[in-house]
């Protein structure tokens, strides 16, 4: 059963945006904090950006300033804005629903910020 779809990924020139998009089921999304993961080629999978449900929010030190973190209540659905993108932003962006015992994913979403 998927519970996490995501979209928006793609690619973009370096200094440019993108948002992605990641929508939940109704029980996922009121139930657990919500991230972005990612993971670039040869690397660890790290956290990005995230946000609770009382909308406290967290960031990896590489992406303060320029990604933003988001949640849309009416919609089940979380965002990230990236603006001012650069190549070492290229990864695989990952969803991520969490709450203390679990852990749910989305599929994944290729970003790629070329020069």
């Known amino acids: 059963q998927v519970q996490l779809v995501e979209s928006g990924g793609g690619l973009v020139q370096a200094w440019g945006s993108l948002r992605l998009s990641c929508a939940a089921s109704?029980?996922?999304?009121?139930?657990?904090?919500m991230a972005w993961y990612r993971q670039a080629p040869g690397k660890q999978r790290e956290l990005v950006a995230l946000?609770?449900?009382?909308?406290?929010?967290r960031y990896g030190d590489s992406v303060k300033g320029r990604l933003t973190i988001s949640r849309d209540n009416d919609k089940n659905t979380v965002y990230l804005q990236m603006n001012s993108l650069n190549p070492e932003d290229t990864a695989v962006y990952y969803c991520?629903?969490?709450?203390?015992?679990?852990?749910?994913w989305g599929q994944g979403s290729q970003v790629t910020v070329s020069t």
């Open positions: 946000i609770t449900n009382d909308d406290k929010t």
């Open positions: 991520n629903a969490t709450r203390p015992g679990r852990n749910y």
């Open positions: 109704v029980f996922i999304f009121k139930t657990n904090a």
